[in-house]
Nanobody, 114 residues
Framework: VQLQASGGGSVQSGGSLRLSCAASGVIFSINVMGWYRQAPGKQRELVASITSGTRTNYADSVKGRFTVSRDNAKSTVYLQMNSLKPEDTAVYYC?????????WGRGTQVTVSS
């Protein structure tokens, strides 16, 4: 199983970024997909997840600003991040599994400056 995340970068507060995560080696359409993040000195936290039935879940801190979606034909999950804040600065990871997040990709850095 491979998960390749991309789309990170540096933006100013209020800006937007779109993360992508391409999966291979899994039956993507039946897996739950998730985005986690870890800021320096903090624990990794779940940002958003989307089930095979496209039910979504978000951390309270990103509700209304972030949107998770998936394209099963491309085996790719996306995280659209709008109205970014400095506290969103972290390494973002995508993860997948059938019922739990068993597989993880390498992270992509997101830096938001004030």
């Amino acid at each position: 199983v491979q998960l390749q995340a991309s789309g990170g970068g540096s933006v100013q507060s209020g800006g937007s970024l779109r993360l992508s995560c391409a999966a291979s080696g899994v039956i993507f359409s039946i897996n739950v997909m998730g985005w986690y993040r870890q800021a320096p000195g903090k624990q990794r936290e779940l940002v958003a997840s989307i089930t095979s039935g496209t039910r979504t879940n978000y951390a309270d801190s990103v509700k209304g600003r972030f949107t998770v979606s998936r394209d099963n034909a491309k085996s790719t999950v996306y995280l659209q991040m709008n109205s970014l804040k400095p506290e969103d600065t972290a390494v973002y990871y995508c993860a997948t599994g059938r019922t739990a997040f068993d597989y993880w990709g390498r992270g992509t850095q997101v830096t938001v400056s004030s």
